[in-house]
Every structure is written in C-alpha cells, then in structure tokens.
C-alpha cells in the first residue's frame, strides 16, 4: 500500500485528522495495514463527534420526577441467608471483578489488582480477592467461577501476576480471564485524535460498562448458561473490603427475583463525589455526583439526613438473563472523561506525559444498564464494613487509608469475637476468616494479640 486509501483520507480530511498519517512513508507495508484496519474497526468519527459536543451530555432525567430509590436493610433475614448459602452450594453464582482500569490516579505502572495493599501481609488486591474466592469454593464445596476483565493496559501484567503466584492455590479453571474493548483517545485541546505511536491510534479502556459487551464477545454469557449459572456477582478490583458472593445478599436477590441488586453506602455530605441510586419513573437511575443539581444533592429529609444519600460502592448482582437481554437493546452510551493520557506528539515526534488532564477518554458505565431492570433492589451496607476504594497515590481513597479501613474492621470483628485489641494493628486473611461470625467460629478461647497480628489460613 503505497497511499492510505482515498477514501479514508478523505474521511480524515474532512474531519482534521490527517496527522494520524504521520510518518507514513516511513512506516513499513505490515504498518500501514495496520493503521488502516484501526482506522475502518475503530469508531473514531463517532468519539470526535462526542469530543466536539463538549463536555459530557446532560442525563435526559426529568428532575421533578426524581425521587430517593427505597432501600432494604443491611442486616440480612435467616430466610435469606439461607437461600445465598443454596445458591452457592448449588453453583449458580459466578463472580465476576472488573480489573481493566488503567488506574492514572494511582500512577503505577502495575494493574491496580496487584498493588500491595495487605497493612501487615502486602497482600496484593488479587490475592486478597483470590483468598476470597478460595475461602467460599472451601465453604460450599464447589469451586466458585471466577470472571476477571482485563484490558490491552492489564491484561498480560496480570495474567502473569497470577502465572507467579500460581493463581494464590485456585484452580486454573475455575480463573477466566476476558479482554475488554478500547476506545481511541482525542486531544482536550486540539480535538485531534492521539497517537501512541507513529501509524497507531491512542486506544485506552472502554470503562467498566464494557463488561457487557466484553462477555457477549467472549461468548462467556453462553457458556455461563450452558453451566447452569443464572447469577452474576459483578465487584471492583481496588476494593479490598467488598463481601464477594455475600451470602445474605445473594438469598435477598434470589428470594426478591431482581434482575439486578446493588449494594448502597449512605452519604453524608452532599459534596462527597460518589454517585447515587434513586428512582425515575419506577426504574433504577444512577446519578453521577456531578450531574445531581446542587439543590437536590443538598436536600435534607426531616431527619436531617440527605434526601439524595444512597451512594454507589459499585457491588451488584446480574442476573444472566438481565444481561442476555439488555445486550439485545443495543450499545450502552458513551460517556466523556477528562483524564490525563500520555502519547505520541506528532508535532515534536516526542513522546509527551502530560501531568493534568489533557485528554477525553470515552467509556462505558455498568450502571447505565440499571434502568433497564424490571425488577430491582437495594440493600444498605455499613460503608466501613464494605468499601475503602483505592483510587489515589494521596488524600483520600489512597494506600493509607484503605489500609487504615482495613485495620479497623478487622480490630471490629476481633472485639466482636471478645478478643480485647488494644492499640495493636490486625489483618485477617479471608482464608482465615471472611466475616464477624467466622472470626467468632475460629479464634481460639483466650486468644491475645501481643503485637501487630496477620491471622492467616494456618493460625491457631
Ligand atoms: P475507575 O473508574 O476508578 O478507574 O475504575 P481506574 O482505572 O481504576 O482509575 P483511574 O480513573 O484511571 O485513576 C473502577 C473499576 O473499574 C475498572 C477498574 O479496574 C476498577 O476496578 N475499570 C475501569 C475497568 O475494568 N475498565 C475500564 O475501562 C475502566
């Protein structure tokens, strides 16, 4: 190919993008061929149309018809209980962590899954995850399936992350790793598409909305269907303190027939930048912090307690057929992010690593398939016992408060166990124990911490 295709320079004319063609002649035929497939495969004028709208579109919510979504209560019945613990006995449950992201806020050059959160054990978020999935497989004596997305900027620094840590004692079967999709990068500034290198599109991670398409692609719905899992338990790799596959939540969804239920942590300060569930029009909608009006996020009840306050940790249970269906109704919508995004400058045949935000990425949310449930829960979680996100190097949500997070549940559920914890830190490995009551079941009568104390599988 001597030329890029008439056509296609054309197109790219037309729309101020000829510098993707930088350095063509210099690019070999294999090159070539391969700029031109991204740029027929890959949905380039669709996000420049995005870029060029501006800022993010207003959700179409009618605001006076907004009301707060109803919440069910943390604490879950026996009944439910019961009926989580079938579920996984029965192996109709799959879990499924969401780990594509390319975490700019944390700024390693790891995923964010093998970060080294552990306060005692540096324990990577994997391994924490990986314990977890471990301990429940133990517990309900069938391996539990375990879905990990991964993306382009994670996926083969995690598969041999596991590969290293022989898959943290898992079986190799029970892992399944899945790609998700890309989107191409534009310039903030300029408008003009970023290059990763001369004759290659920017492409960064379609956003956690494409584990949809992502299992639909991968064949996974199907092949879920075919092994008789009919739920899915969908959770965030920076996470650490999410109960994955708890079982009173799992019983609430399956006695509930939800096609979709998600876990809520109260907000208590309007200004706190985690999104909300509420209802609109019988449905479930989930409003971005910064979508909510200033007057509604202010809002109090009689209690004093904000009217708009179920915040989002991001855990939910699909049900697959949910799933199967919403993906009949067509692509989910393309969110703007304003992000930073190192890349190849054209102009200075550099490459240039920015350190503020220059660039918009477009991405996918989960919640955005919400709406489309019938049938639908919330279930109140306390948000110490269930979320410390890691999401930054410093300040909040980073390294040391989650691990601050981590140290105060696990003292929690030592004193629920009678164990006096003094000033001392404590980690409890899931393989020890995954809640309160199973600390209370396995620590041994008259047990006394004499130190910083990491209680692990083998703890007497
Ligand atoms: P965030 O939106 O917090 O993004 O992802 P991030 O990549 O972790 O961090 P920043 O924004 O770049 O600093 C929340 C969860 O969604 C996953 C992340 O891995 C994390 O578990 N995610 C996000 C994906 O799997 N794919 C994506 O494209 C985006």
Redesign the pocket.
């Known amino acids: 190919m001597r030329e890029a295709p008439a056509e296609l320079r054309e197109r790219l004319e037309r729309q101020n993008q000829l510098h993707v063609l930088y350095g063509w002649e210099k690019l070999s035929g294999v090159q070539r061929a391969g700029l031109v497939r991204q740029l027929t495969e890959v949905p380039w004028e669709k996000v420049l149309g995005l870029a060029v709208s501006g800022a993010k579109p207003a959700p179409s919510l009618a605001w006076q018809e907004l009301e707060p979504a109803p919440l069910t209560p943390a604490a879950a019945t026996a009944d439910e209980q019961a009926a989580g613990k079938a579920a996984l006995r029965q192996g109709v449950i799959a879990a499924l ?10 700024g390693t050059d790891q995923p ?1 899954g093998a970060f080294p959160i552990g306060p005692l054990s540096r324990a990577s978020l994997f391994q924490i995850h990986a314990e977890k999935i471990a301990a429940l497989s133990r517990q309900y004596g069938r391996p539990l399936p375990w879905l990990i ?1 991964t ?1 382009p900027a994670t996926d083969a620094a995690t598969r041999e992350f596991f590969e290293r840590h022989s898959y943290f004692g898992l079986a190799r079967d029970q892992v399944r790793f899945f790609l ?1 999709g890309t989107m191409p990068v534009v310039c903030a500034r300029t408008r003009r598409l970023l290059l990763e290198a001369p004759g290659q599109l920017l492409l960064s ?4 909305g ?1 584990t949809l398409s992502a299992l639909a692609e991968h064949g996974l719905l199907d092949e879920l269907e075919s092994r008789g899992i009919e739920h899915i338990f969908y959770f ?3 996470n650490p303190l999410v109960r994955v596959c708890d079982p009173g939540f799992v019983g609430r969804h399956v006695l509930s027939r939800a096609e979709v239920s998600s876990k809520v942590v109260l907000k208590d300060q309007p200004q706190e930048k985690v999104g909300i569930f509420a209802r609109h029009q019988g449905r479930c909608v989930l409003i971005e912090y910064s979508d909510l009006p200033a007057e509604l996020a202010q809002e109090r009840e009689a209690n004093g307690r904000l009217r708009y306050a179920a915040g989002n940790p ?1 855990i939910h249970i699909f049900r697959r057929d949910f799933l199967q269906r919403v993906l009949s109704l067509g692509e989910l919508p393309l969110h703007v992010a304003h ?1 930073v995004a190192a890349h190849f400058d054209p102009d200075t045949g550099q490459w240039v690593t920015p350190q503020t935000p220059n660039a918009f990425k477009f ?1 996918q949310f989960i919640f955005d398939i919400l709406p489309h449930a019938r049938q639908w829960l919330l279930m109140e979680t306390p948000r110490a016992d269930e979320f410390a ?1 890691l ?1 930054n190097a410093e300040g909040p949500d980073s390294p040391p408060t989650v691990q601050q997070a981590m140290v105060a549940l696990h003292r929690r559920w030592l004193l629920q166990a009678g164990v006096p914890v003094q000033d001392w830190p404590v980690e409890i490995s899931p393989l020890f124990a995954l809640s309160a009551e199973e600390v209370m079941q396995r620590i041994p009568p008259g047990f006394r911490l004499t130190g910083p104390t990491y209680l692990r599988e083998d703890t007497k």
């Open positions: 962590v969401v780990a594509g992201g390319q975490g700019t806020r944390l964010k997305m993306s998700q991670p379609n956003g956690h494409g965030q790799v920076d991001a992000k991405e996100p999401k």
